[in-house]
């Protein structure tokens, strides 16, 4: 008996990345969330050892090794770590001088006001 698909019951692409909802596409074809719409997947490797390449097909992402053929995204992310590509993690980990300050710094550059001063009320 065929019952067929509900409102709602279409499949919902995760990004590989975080796990939230995909809804934009990447540099390199593969759906991600908008926080890491700018970040790139990592070299991925097959069993043989070879790089795999990234293709998109009719079906959705997919990886091509040379040696073994196509393989589905699930496959090559159960094999391998996923990682974003290093100039990307070094972008976000880089901080300004002003994000090492000491709570007494932070806090000589905020105006104090106390409930005595005439600007409390105003």
């Given at each position: 008996m065929h019952i067929p698909k509900q409102y709602g019951e279409s499949k919902a692409e995760t990004c590989i990345f975080c796990g939230k909802a995909a809804t934009l596409v990447n540099a390199q074809g593969i759906?991600?969330?908008?926080?890491?719409?700018s970040a790139q997947l990592d070299t991925m490797r097959c069993v043989c050892g070879d790089a795999l390449e990234i293709k998109?097909?009719?079906?959705?992402?997919?990886?091509?090794?040379?040696n073994c053929g196509p393989q589905s995204m699930a496959k090559v992310l159960s094999i391998n770590t996923v990682r974003k590509a290093q100039d990307q993690v070094g972008d976000t980990s880089?901080?300004?001088?002003?994000?090492?300050?000491?709570?007494?710094?932070?806090?000589?550059t905020q105006p104090m006001v106390r409930s005595d001063d005439p600007r409390y009320f105003d």
């Open positions: 759906s991600v969330c908008p926080n890491d719409s998109d097909g009719k079906y959705g992402t997919f990886f091509l090794c040379l880089k901080k300004n001088a002003s994000d090492y300050k000491t709570r007494s710094e932070k806090e000589r």
